[in-house]
């Protein structure tokens, strides 16, 4: 595995912890349905990523639930911003080549 992510695991896509959740249960579920490269599409992951989310055991304990769940919605919130300004800056450019 170190060959092949020398720099260590950084997906560029992340799933959160609800998602993880979601896909091992249809997983489990059907696994002859939900199969490593069906997974993988319908999130919109590498099958890489399906593969050590499936394979994973880890579950956090409270504390560390609350983190994910801080960390979780400050990411939701910076993208919500990172897409108003490039709403804004689309219309201002809008605006602008009107005149």
Known sequence: ???LF???WNPPRKLSREA???????HVHDPNTFTTPVLAERFRISP??????LKSKWTPNRLEKAKILIKERRR???AIERRIERERAVKEEKHFSVR
């Open 76 to 78: 939701k919130m910076e």
């Open 6 to 8: 020398p720099s260590g």
């Open 48 to 53: 890489e990523a399906v593969r050590r989310i």
């Open 1 to 3: 595995m170190k060959e």
């Open 20 to 26: 993880m959740d979601g896909l091992r249960t249809l």
